[in-house]
């Protein structure tokens, strides 16, 4: 037995079996390349090996190249290890379980078999981190299993299942997860019996006529240029696809070279990075260290079955959790099991689930008009309407009837999380759960920690985020939290630019262009401006300096409420949802302006992304300033998953340094001096703009 580094070598009945060990997911760090490659020389030369297996230890097969090594130097490339497993005389049966992806998958596919564990996973995830496979993957793939279905693999960076991996023709045989590692030795001594050993490097096995590839190539390119339109990558990817039915293999490996290094330090690349690990970095809580692993939400109670209780629930039942619903009144409850069921349909009708799997999620959804009936759940999460007495109510009920323990939860999106604990007699079990709409959908979970609420129940409440398939970050109470609170400035100035004469189609054309999917005046069409309607009046009822935002007061009161009336920022014809400006808009900022004398004038698009985006990071940072946040990245985590900020620009944070902070603080201090106090700059940013630091690594003082 030896052992180069994280990569073990044995022989055993005439099989080398080549042992990935490099926790915690068996990344391709340094060392591993080398490592297969030397027992690959070692087997070849050893008379009692007849062929190899290639396996993973722990969770994963292989989880790809090491992101930290990216925009380094590497010895030893993914594409050199992987073409001398496929030069190898002897066959090699990469045997798979848990992820096989990127530079993992590529290793797996110059294999000459490919065994996996029923619960495998693969993909080349590369394109989502700005960059193209280049260890031969996609020449391997597109020939393996066709350009159609390489090419939509590759482009989504999806994860394929084992039953589709098999299928598509990525896989060769499933096997049960125990079996693994007996069942690819067995396959391996069966292997080394036929010759010629097979090549993915040839010809694309499932050819397409040549009119239908050059479609397939133009449709695809075509739509990419629109979905992708800020993005390198994805286009990258479909060349090399391309390439893959048109050059030799040698040429199309060199070209994904050339590509990949291309891609490899652009911004795109280096923010897709960042978020990546940012992601990672919001699921760490600091003092949950020695504390025990918190145990999961196995049943979950809504209260209020309105648009986001329902969304929710569906959220646990998508993910097999058993949730019930309750509202008080029986129509109500029917009203909201009705709207589930019609989501639930139309996603049935567009192909994205089965009637099998419809039946089964709404099987684990249960209406309850009692409280009673919801006591012995392991979490419940209010979702009623925004009003402090209501929720205060809620929250005096859920004390009586929750068994001891339970999670006691409030989809607020702005109110202090003290408020309702102080209803309960237990505030350290009570925290915020903020889901964003549609919250079966929206990725972002805040987890909000009251001043009582103990840290188990924030880290219990991010597990439960986490096994509902979202991303969580904490947030600490304050009035809209840290998402909602560090967007705030920016719907503000907004609102305030309509003031002084921009328009809802301008704002939005900018912030589409600066690669948000839609602009913020047609989503909040889709939201409903109501929405922010109440939390305007609670602000300007507690602040009497309060800055009342006349134009989207009016629109509400006006029954301008967006998509729902048919009318909101934009005017939209009977079931159709294209945004038409509407001249009635413009009419009602002419009449504000006038009313309250206001100048009109035309913004540059700088100005105005400028002017929305400081105000948040200026609100950011007092956010971390107090404390609210556990760090900056975490803000990053929240815009990305809560308010589709664009994913290439690496979040708030990112982007600002990207600007620079004392371009930031300058103008930011000429906007004190002409708008007033709100334009205030934090004292973070001041320290971070005179010391040189980055904003995306600050944290709270400590
Ligand atoms: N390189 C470096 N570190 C990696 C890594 C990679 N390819 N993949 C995961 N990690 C690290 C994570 O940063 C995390 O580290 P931490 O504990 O210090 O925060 C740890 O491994 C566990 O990862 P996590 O994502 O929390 O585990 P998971 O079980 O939820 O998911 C994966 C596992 C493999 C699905 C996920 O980590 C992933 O998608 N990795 C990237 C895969 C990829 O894109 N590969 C292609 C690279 S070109």
Not at 74 to 90: C, L, M, Y
Not at 199 to 227: I, M, T
Not at 566 to 584: I, K, L, N, Q
Request: a neutral charge; proline letters at 5%.
């Amino acid at each position: 037995m030896s052992e180069v580094q994280s990569v073990k070598y044995a022989v055993e009945d005439g099989v080398g079996v080549i042992t990935i060990d490099n926790p915690p997911v068996n990344a391709l760090g340094p060392g591993v390349r080398e490592g297969i490659m030397q027992a690959l020389a070692n087997g070849n030369a050893d008379p009692a090996v007849r062929s190899f297996v290639l396996i993973g230890t722990g969770r994963n097969f292989m989880a790809g190249a090491d992101i930290r090594q990216f925009g380094g130097a590497r010895p030893v490339s993914t594409r050199t290890s992987a073409a001398a497993i496929a030069a190898s005389a002897k066959p090699v049966v990469a045997a798979l379980h848990g992820y096989a992806l990127g530079g993992g998958l590529e290793h797996a596919l110059a294999c000459h078999y490919r065994v996996a564990a029923r619960n495998v996973r693969v993909g080349l995830p590369e394109v989502s981190l700005g960059i193209v496979p280049a260890g031969g993957g996609t020449q391997r793939l597109t020939r393996l299993i066709g350009p159609k279905a390489a090419l939509e693999v590759i482009v989504s960076g999806r994860h394929v299942e084992a039953s589709e991996a098999l299928r598509l023709g990525i896989l060769d045989e499933i096997v049960e997860d125990a079996d693994l590692r007996a069942a690819a030795v067995q396959y391996a001594l069966r292997a080394a019996e036929v010759r010629p050993l097979p090549s993915a490097q040839g010809d694309v096995l499932k050819p397409l006529p040549a009119d239908e590839l050059a479609a397939l190539f133009e449709a695809a390119r075509k739509s990419l240029s629109r979905k992708s339109r800020h993005l390198k990558a994805p286009l990258h990817a479909l060349a090399l696809v391309e390439a893959a039915t048109s050059m030799s293999f040698d040429d199309g490996v060199a070209l994904e070279q050339k590509l990949f290094e291309e891609l490899e330090n652009t911004d795109e690349a280096k923010a897709l990075r960042y978020a990546f690990f940012a992601e990672r970095e919001a699921a760490k809580i600091p003092g949950t260290s020695g504390l025990a692993q918190p145990e999961p939400v196995r049943s979950a109670a809504i209260v209020g079955g309105g648009t986001m209780g329902g969304g929710i629930a569906m959220a646990f039942a998508d993910s097999g959790i058993e949730v019930k619903v309750l509202d008080m009144s029986q129509e109500a409850l029917e009203r909201g099991l009705k709207r589930i069921r019609d989501n639930y349909a139309v996603s049935v009708k567009r192909g994205s689930i089965t009637q099998a799997q419809m039946d089964e999620r709404l099987a684990k959804i249960r209406g309850v008009t009692d409280y009673a009936g919801i006591g012995d759940c392991d979490a419940v999460i209010e979702a009623v309407f925004e009003r402090v007495e209501l929720k205060q109510e809620v929250f005096a009920k859920l004390d009586e009837v929750m068994k001891p323990g339970a999670l006691l939860l409030t989809n607020s999106s702005a109110i202090d999380i003290d408020v309702m604990a102080k209803a309960t007699r237990r505030p350290e079990d009570v925290a915020g759960a903020h889901f964003f709409a549609p919250a079966n959908v929206m990725k972002l979970c805040e987890v909000v920690r009251g001043s009582a609420t103990r840290i188990q129940t924030i880290a219990r409440t991010m597990k439960m985020a986490r096994d509902l398939g979202k991303v969580g970050a904490v947030a600490g109470s304050c009035d809209g939290f840290a998402a909602n609170r560090s967007r705030t400035p920016m719907m503000t100035e907004m609102m305030l630019m309509l003031e002084e004469g921009a328009l809802p189609e301008q704002i939005d054309r900018i912030m589409v262009a600066f690669g948000y999917p839609m602009g913020p005046f047609a989503v909040n069409d889709m939201s409903g401006l109501d929405v922010s309607y109440e939390g305007r009046k609670r602000r300007a009822a507690a602040d009497p300096e309060y800055r009342k935002l006349h134009i989207p007061d009016r629109m509400v009161e006006m029954g301008r409420r967006g998509q729902k009336t048919g009318a909101g920022w934009y005017r939209y014809a009977e079931g159709d949802r294209t945004p038409h400006p509407d001249d009635v808009v413009k009419q009602v900022i002419a009449e504000v302006a006038n009313e309250f004398g206001i100048a009109q004038r035309t913004f540059s698009d700088d100005e105005i992304l400028q002017r929305a985006l400081f105000a948040s990071v200026n609100e950011a940072c007092r956010i971390l300033e107090e404390g609210k946040a556990y760090r900056a990245s975490d803000i990053d985590v929240m815009w990305l998953y809560g308010f589709g900020f664009p994913r290439h620009r690496g979040g708030l944070m990112y982007w600002a340094d990207s600007v620079g902070t004392p371009a930031i603080l300058a103008q930011v201090r000429q906007w004190h001096e002409r708008y007033g106090k709100r334009w205030k700059p934090s004292a973070l940013l001041e320290r971070i703009a005179a010391s040189g630091g980055r904003l995306r690594d600050a944290v709270p003082p400590q």
